[in-house]
């Protein structure tokens, strides 16, 4: 799994770092989101395909390897 967020595009939910703050947090001056694990490991797979789900821009992208 590659994870990847288009900063120009986030709406700054942070509901991404709810779900998987191990992968995702949010920068603070304006809360948009920053990956912080590009490759999570396989238990964390399936939090991270809900918050790129539940992303109200899209801008999370998961490509399974």
Sequence with gaps: MKVT???N???SSGQCVGLAPRVFDQRDEDGVVV???EN???ELAEA???AAAVCPSRAITV???
Aim: include cysteine; hydrophobic fraction near 40%.
């Design 40 to 42: 999570p490991p396989e």
């Design 9 to 11: 595009i986030c709406a």
């Design 48 to 50: 991270v395909r809900q």
């Design 5 to 7: 967020a288009d900063q």
């Design 63 to 65: 490509v399974e390897e």
């Design 35 to 37: 990956v912080l694990d």
